[in-house]
């Protein structure tokens, strides 16, 4: 459905995936947010374009930060039901096996710090494997969806606000970053 989406809006527009997910706004946004903490990586997209959207102004800050946060627990959400009914298979399935056990390992040991750090802190290793992980476990939906909902909130609606003071400088240097 977002494909068929994308797909009109760059016909009507002519644009490149850039330009569309601005156009889409929030929208854009809240899909995107779900398929960052999906097992699909985006490699910081939701960040940068949280940024984009609040440094623009045609919203207010807070719309942004509240979109993302909901569409990145909504996302998150799914990754650990998907990988609580599939148990660790689901873990081998759709990430390298090395990693899978290192990160089981780690999860078990520091359970929701783990969970903490890597959702209010960008990582190499990709969030939705330690969604994978709290979902393969025992650890309960409840504090899962608390945990993930306070630190992604603290994260975006940061980078929200942030961007939206300092919106046009920011925006210059992503446009023109050797300037």
């Not at 939906?141 to 603290?154: D, E, Q, S, T």
């Not at 003071?165 to 925006?171: A, D, F, K």
Request: aromatic fraction near 12%; proline fraction near 5%; charged fraction near 15%.
């Amino acid at each position: 459905m977002l494909n068929l989406l994308l797909q009109a809006q760059r016909r009507r527009h002519g644009g490149t995936l850039t330009s569309t997910l601005l156009h889409l706004g929030a929208v854009g946004l809240f899909f995107i947010a779900i398929l960052d903490s999906s097992p699909l990586p985006t490699f910081g997209g939701l960040d940068i374009l949280t940024a984009v959207l609040a440094a623009s102004g045609r919203n207010p800050w807070y719309e942004y930060g509240a979109t993302a946060t909901a569409g990145s627990v909504l996302g998150a959400y799914i990754t650990f039901r998907f990988a609580r009914k599939a148990g660790s298979a689901y873990l081998d399935k759709k990430f390298k096996k090395g990693k899978v056990s290192k990160v089981l390992k780690v999860f078990k040991k520091w359970g929701t710090g783990t969970l903490v750090a890597s959702t209010a802190i960008p990582f190499p290793t990709p969030t939705s494997l330690l969604f994978a992980a709290a979902g393969a476990s025992d650890y309960p939906l409840p504090k899962f969806l608390i945990v993930v909902g306070i630190c992604r909130a603290v994260r975006y609606f940061g980078i929200a606000f942030i961007a939206s003071e300092y919106g046009r400088g920011l925006i210059r240097v992503l446009r023109h970053p050797m300037e």
